[in-house]
């Protein structure tokens, strides 16, 4: 490590003001960075020490999608093997084949054969996502003359999570540009942006090729398999239909199709305690989350409804069913996107669970909702807290006059 540390130190000057290539410092200041703590310290009269930064909090959240992660590629390499014995397929004759064939085989069975088939469709797209994201990146940040951030770390993965298997690898490419450039970079980076970029590129795939992001053929990494998600199976059949199929405990574990890190809630919630016991996510965003979705779920099921299924499927399916779990603890909680007051934070995840469950309730066309929920909420974060502000300052001077 030490000879690597010299070797950095050497090349340093050329990256520098005035070096050949000045223009890359933000590329060598990422990878330098990234492998060592900065140099730099506070040198004012003045100052805190803390020994978190933003990169430490991105990298938390970074190693808390770690579960859903590894569970999302067992998931997908087991649902694939599943469907392939169903249908007598013996192996893959694409790229992806070859990969497989490299180190594992298709038994449904074997824990190792169906994470790497997992693997080897999940790896592409995370490969595709941060290679053409950082490139962005580092563009962005070589035009304005600062440094990389490390906020696409968890855009990155966050963003290869939400998509399917099986989704075309120049998509991804596509989607992730314009999650990082048009939700992110052009207002300005990090920190600077009121929407989740990995919600923006995510919504943007949907609403442009809705074939590969949606419908019953492309949870399950196989051609010519066709396999409706739970929630889409709820909007069809009602809570009947999903118990067909699975029960409320193997949708909690994530033995389902999916989105490849959005099945597993036990998972999720792994990643859950380690942000709220760091301290970085929001405990009060998630709190409000549970109520609004509980609370419209009771609603919908005194309502009820002779002709929508989903008005009598209990508020509780709901938390294991989609993206709302990945949603509720990796996306909510976005420090940037999300509500600043503590008030607001409560009033923000109340306002996503509330919308969450109007989509996929009432609009049977759109049976999941999670993803628009927050990116709606994003929308309206400035002005809750607005109201919280406005309201905190008129209870102040109402107790001076009072006082």
């Not at 824990?111 to 962005?140: K, R």
């Not at 048009?182 to 970029?197: D, M």
């Not at 053929?217 to 809570?239: H, I, M, Q």
Request: charge should be negative; proline fraction near 4%; glycine fraction near 10%.
């Amino acid at each position: 490590m030490k000879a690597l540390r010299r070797m950095l130190d050497r090349v340093e000057p050329h990256f520098e003001k005035g070096g050949r290539f000045h223009a890359l410092f933000p590329l060598y200041e990422a990878l330098d960075t990234f492998l060592y703590a900065p140099a730099s310290v506070t040198r004012t009269s003045a100052h805190v020490r803390d020994g978190i930064d933003l990169k430490r909090v991105m990298i938390t959240v970074w190693i808390a999608v770690f579960p859903a992660m590894f569970w999302g590629m067992y998931n997908v390499g087991y649902q694939a093997n599943t469907a392939m014995e169903a249908m007598d397929i013996a192996a893959k004759s694409d790229w992806h084949g070859w990969l497989i064939g490299l180190a594992a085989g298709y038994d449904p069975n074997s824990i190792w054969d169906c994470f790497w088939h997992g693997a080897c469709y999940f790896l592409p797209i995370y490969i595709v996502t941060f290679a053409v994201g950082i490139a962005w990146e580092i563009l962005f940040a070589a035009v304005r003359g600062h440094e990389v951030n490390e906020g696409f770390f968890v855009t990155s993965i966050l963003f290869a999570l939400t998509l399917p298997p099986d989704i075309p690898l120049w998509q991804v490419a596509l989607g992730i540009s314009f999650g990082v450039v048009i939700g992110k970079e052009v207002f300005g980076g990090t920190g600077k942006n009121f929407l989740n970029p990995a919600l923006v590129g995510r919504a943007f795939l949907f609403f442009a090729y809705p074939a590969e992001l949606s419908g019953d053929t492309v949870w399950t990494a196989v051609d010519g398999f066709s396999g409706a998600t739970a929630l889409s199976l709820g909007a069809a059949g009602g809570l009947e239909a999903i118990q067909q199929q699975l029960s409320w405990t193997q949708a909690f574990l994530g033995q389902m199709q999916g989105s490849i890190g959005e099945v597993s809630t036990l998972a999720i919630l792994l990643g859950a305690v380690l942000l709220l016991w760091t301290g970085i996510a929001s405990w009060r965003i998630m709190l409000g989350v549970v109520i609004g979705t509980a609370a419209m779920g009771l609603l919908f099921n005194a309502v009820g409804s002779d002709t929508n299924p989903m008005f009598a499927l209990p508020f509780y399916w709901h938390f294991v069913l989609g993206g709302w779990a990945f949603g509720t603890v990796f996306m909510a909680t976005d420090p940037v996107s999300a509500a600043m007051t503590e008030t607001g934070k409560l009033a923000f995840g109340i306002l996503i669970g509330v919308m969450v469950m109007l989509i996929r309730v009432v609009n049977p066309a759109y049976p999941e909702g999670m993803m628009l929920a927050i990116l709606f909420a994003n929308i309206f974060a400035p002005l809750i807290d607005n109201f919280v502000m406005r309201a905190n300052i008129n209870r102040r001077l109402a107790r001076h006059v009072n006082g």
